[in-house]
C-alpha cells in the first residue's frame, strides 16, 4: 500500500489501465485459443468422418452400378456389347480401387480398420466370382451364368453391402461422439471466458476503488494541511 501511495497521480491511473489491458489481453488469447480449437475440431469432423461416410456411400452406389453391368453381361450376345459392359467393369473396378485408397488414409482406430479389412477380402472374393459368372456368360452359357451369379456372387455382394453399412454406422458414431465432445468443449470455453471477464472486472474495481481512496486521501490531507495554514499553523504538513 505504502509503495501505492508514493506513486504520482497519473502512475495509480496507468496502473488502473494495465490493469484492464491484461484482462482485455487474457481474454483475446483465451477466445482465439478456443476458438482455433474449435476449428480444428471441425476440420476434424469433416475429414475423418463425414467425408469418409460420403466415400462409402459412394462405394455402394458403385456396388449396385455393378449388378447392372453384370447383368448387362449375362444378357448380352452381341462381342461389341460385351466388350463395351467390360470395359464399363473395368472402369467401376478402378474407381473402387480409387475410392478404397482414399478412405484406408482416413481410418482413425483397430475397428475401423478391421472392418474395412473385412470389406476388402469380401472384395476380392466377389471379383473372383464374378469372374467366373462373366467366363461363362462370354462362352454364352448364360444359365450357368445366372446360376453362379444367384447362387455364389449375390450372398457375397450382400457381404460386401453389409461390410459397407457397418463402416458407415462406425463413422456416424464417431461424428457423434466428436460433435458431442465439440459442445462439452464450447461450454468450458463459454464458462472460462465469463470467469477471466468477472474475475478480471472485479480485480479492475477493487484496483480502481483502491486508487480512487489513495488519490482521495492525498487531496483531503492537502486540503487539510492547507486550512491549518490558514489558520496560522505554520507546521501543518499534508500526507
Given at each position: 500500500m505504502k509503495k501505492l501511495d508514493n506513486l504520482k497521480t497519473v502512475h495509480k491511473l496507468i496502473v488502473i489501465a494495465a490493469i484492464?489491458?491484461?484482462?482485455?489481453?487474457?481474454?483475446?488469447?483465451?477466445?482465439?485459443?478456443?476458438?482455433?480449437?474449435?476449428?480444428?475440431?471441425?476440420e476434424k469432423l469433416c475429414r475423418?468422418?463425414?467425408?469418409?461416410?460420403?466415400?462409402l456411400g459412394e462405394l455402394k452406389a458403385i456396388n449396385y452400378r455393378m449388378v447392372?453391368?453384370?447383368?448387362?453381361h449375362i444378357q448380352a450376345y452381341e462381342s461389341a456389347t460385351v466388350?463395351?459392359?467390360?470395359?464399363?467393369?473395368?472402369?467401376?473396378?478402378?474407381?473402387?480401387?480409387d475410392l478404397s485408397s482414399q478412405y484406408v488414409s482416413i481410418i482413425v482406430n483397430d475397428r475401423e480398420r478391421k472392418?474395412?479389412?473385412?470389406?476388402?477380402?469380401n472384395l476380392r472374393k466377389f471379383r473372383?466370382?464374378?469372374?467366373?459368372?462373366?467366363?461363362?456368360s462370354r462362352l454364352y452359357s448364360k444359365d450357368g451364368a445366372t446360376e453362379v451369379r444367384m447362387k455364389e456372387l449375390v450372398p457375397v455382394r450382400q457381404a460386401m453391402m453389409e461390410d459397407l453399412q457397418a463402416l458407415i454406422k462406425e463413422n456416424e458414431q464417431q461424428a457423434q461422439e466428436n460433435f458431442q465432445g465439440s459442445q462439452v468443449l464450447t461450454e468450458k470455453l463459454t464458462g472460462g471466458l465469463i470467469a477471466i471477464v468477472v474475475l478480471m472486472s472485479?480485480?479492475?474495481?477493487?484496483t480502481a476503488w483502491v486508487v480512487a481512496t489513495r488519490i482521495t486521501k492525498n487531496?483531503?490531507?492537502v486540503l487539510g494541511a492547507a486550512k491549518k495554514l490558514a489558520d496560522g499553523d505554520l507546521t501543518a504538513r499534508s500526507g
Open positions: 484492464f489491458l491484461a484482462g482485455q489481453v487474457v481474454g483475446t488469447i483465451f477466445s482465439t485459443w478456443g476458438l482455433s480449437e474449435l476449428i480444428q475440431r471441425t475423418v468422418n463425414l467425408l469418409p461416410v460420403k466415400e447392372v453391368e453384370i447383368a448387362f466388350t463395351k459392359v467390360e470395359k464399363e467393369i473395368a472402369a467401376i473396378d478402378q474407381k473402387v480401387d472392418m474395412f479389412e473385412q470389406y476388402t477380402e473372383e466370382v464374378r469372374e467366373k459368372v462373366l467366363k461363362l472485479l480485480l479492475g474495481m477493487v487531496v483531503t490531507d
